[in-house]
């Protein structure tokens, strides 16, 4: 690696277990390699778990650590850096309180990830590794990721390119421990319980993995270095193979033990016996409810994905398409699941996304927003599933409580509501559904909605009757000229009462103009 064309990316992960730093020096996505890692040990999940915050005691720890990492920072020279934050920062009730001691001692700027977005990025790193090992070419059977963090659980089912489901759960290994009493760890009934309890929560899933053909399952988080200790893997890898036969072995011996004797067998600390238990427990589980042949150990981690994420966004790398192009397919795979109109979801998307384009420099907007607008489009119907009547109102209840995963729940809020406006009503800051839009959030939803209205209207019929050959900003008219060989007075009629919207947005007059020929 050329030291005068590479450069330096530090990235900081305040997590339950741990807090950590890491610096790569980069090329490309390609040529990147760590040149410092280093982190410290802190429990601040039990903290979060048990009282609902974090004591200013840990905080102090964290802002100890946080200088530290400042001044290695300083040492390597690295300008490029992010600080995160994710489960026990996240739910803890005092969180502001936190962050703001962070800023006022360390003069880092923490930026929280909601769970969707953290399994997202962790998936980021796990298909990169997948891949890079060549589990992904040429394979026809589906490959199901399952991420074990400290509050949460993901499952991404990935096949032939295409993401075909995701769930997150809320039933992390310390979030599981810390839902039982230590009386009630200590009772001989505990495991049974306790694998009635994961069963029992994971079980719906169920329904959606057991008919899929599935080759391997993807482990990954903090907890799987335990596992691998259990089955005698000391010397694991990026990736580790191992058999199902080899997992079930492993629980049918566990079973039979208690807290101490697990402790004494596996040279475990007290802590981490208790944690063992209800990850292997989600594991086999999960792979009760599949048909999976073979089980990868991955050691990526939360910082890997950010790593990835940061550095081919810096660089434009086209190899997040690849990650954005499985986001589409998911959201093609909700639509499918609440029965959309297909045809006319991508005309509404095409014609949308052809309009933000062409007002670029009216709305303001950026990439981020242009692939809001596009799931939005995907998904803006979907709420006819459930009712004819208001279907926009349960396109956004199905939307905000489906998991997407590459949004925060804030960007999932913003699709759910430009679904939500895109045929009727004017957005009001005292609707319910904008309580947790910021003010430019709420903007943006403004002109999102505006332009997918028109979209939609262009459509009205669902026949694709009408095909886009210009679209002209001239002063302030916005001509949209189609053709089109059946009668579009529906459509017309929809454009002119849709375009008032528009106007009020954008002081724009929208007008659909039929060409001849």
């Known amino acids: 690696m050329s030291s005068r064309l590479s450069k330096l990316f530090g990235v900081m992960h305040i997590g339950s277990e741990q807090v950590s730093l890491r610096i790569v020096e980069y090329t490309s996505l390609a040529d990147m390699r760590i040149v410092e890692k280093v982190s410290s040990e802190i429990n601040l999940g039990e903290e979060t778990f048990k009282t609902g915050k974090i004591s200013f005691a840990s905080a102090r720890e964290i ?14 020279g690295v300008k490029d850096y992010r600080l995160l934050a994710t489960t026990a920062i996240r739910e803890a009730v005092n969180q502001q309180y936190i962050i703001d001691q962070i800023w006022v001692k360390t003069g880092f700027s923490v930026e929280v990830v909601d769970m969707s977005k953290e399994i997202f990025y962790k998936y980021i790193a796990l298909f990169r590794s997948v891949e890079s090992h060549g589990l992904i070419a040429g394979q026809e059977e589906a490959i199901l990721f399952v991420d074990i963090s400290s509050g949460g659980l993901g499952i991404t089912l990935y096949e032939k390119g295409l993401l075909q489901y995701q769930q997150n759960i809320q039933i992390g290994a310390l979030r599981i421990k810390e839902s039982f009493e230590k009386s009630q760890r200590e009772s001989l009934n505990f495991y049974q319980a306790l694998s009635e309890y994961i069963y029992s929560t994971i079980k719906p899933v169920e329904r959606e993995l057991s008919s899929r053909k599935i080759r391997y399952l993807v482990l990954s988080g903090t907890e799987t270095k335990l596992l691998l200790k259990m089955l005698g893997r000391n010397d694991a890898g990026k990736l580790t193979h191992f058999s199902v036969t080899e997992l079930f072995e492993l629980h049918a011996r566990v079973e039979q033990l208690n807290i101490p004797q697990l402790m004494h067998d596996f040279d475990l600390t007290e802590q981490k016996a208790e944690i063992v238990l209800p990850t292997l427990l989600l594991y086999y589980h999960m792979i009760g409810m599949t048909n999976v042949t073979e089980i990868v150990v991955s050691d ?18 086209k190899w997040l398409n690849i990650i954005e192009d499985q986001v589409v397919s998911l959201a093609h795979y909700l639509g499918r699941k609440y029965q959309y109109n297909s045809k006319h979801a991508g005309c509404v998307e095409n014609t949308a996304l052809l309009l933000f384009d062409r007002l670029l420099k009216v709305h303001g907007l950026g990439k981020r927003e242009r692939f809001i607008l596009k799931i939005a489009a995907i998904l803006h119907d979907i709420g006819k599933f459930l009712s004819l009547r208001r279907h926009y109102f349960y396109s956004y209840r199905l939307i905000i409580s489906s998991d997407i995963i590459g949004f925060s729940e804030e960007e999932k809020a913003l699709i759910a509501n430009i679904a939500y406006y895109h045929s009727i009503d004017t957005p009001l800051s005292s609707d319910d559904n904008l309580a947790g839009l910021k003010p430019d959030q709420k903007m943006a939803l403004a002109k999102l909605a505006a332009i997918i209205r028109l979209a939609d209207a262009i459509d009205r019929s669902h026949l694709q009757k009408a095909t886009i050959r210009d679209i002209m900003l001239t002063g302030e008219d916005l001509i949209i000229s189609v053709t089109a060989d059946q009668d579009i007075s529906l459509e017309e009629w929809t454009f002119i009462d849709k375009a008032e919207f528009f106007a009020n947005v954008f002081g724009i007059k929208a007008i659909l103009q039929r060409r001849v020929g």
């Open 63 to 76: 802002c100890n650590l946080l200088k530290g990492y400042r001044r290695i920072l300083n040492d390597y």
């Open 300 to 317: 990526d981690q939360f910082s890997d994905g950010i790593t990835l994420s940061h550095i081919g966004e810096r660089l434009g790398d």
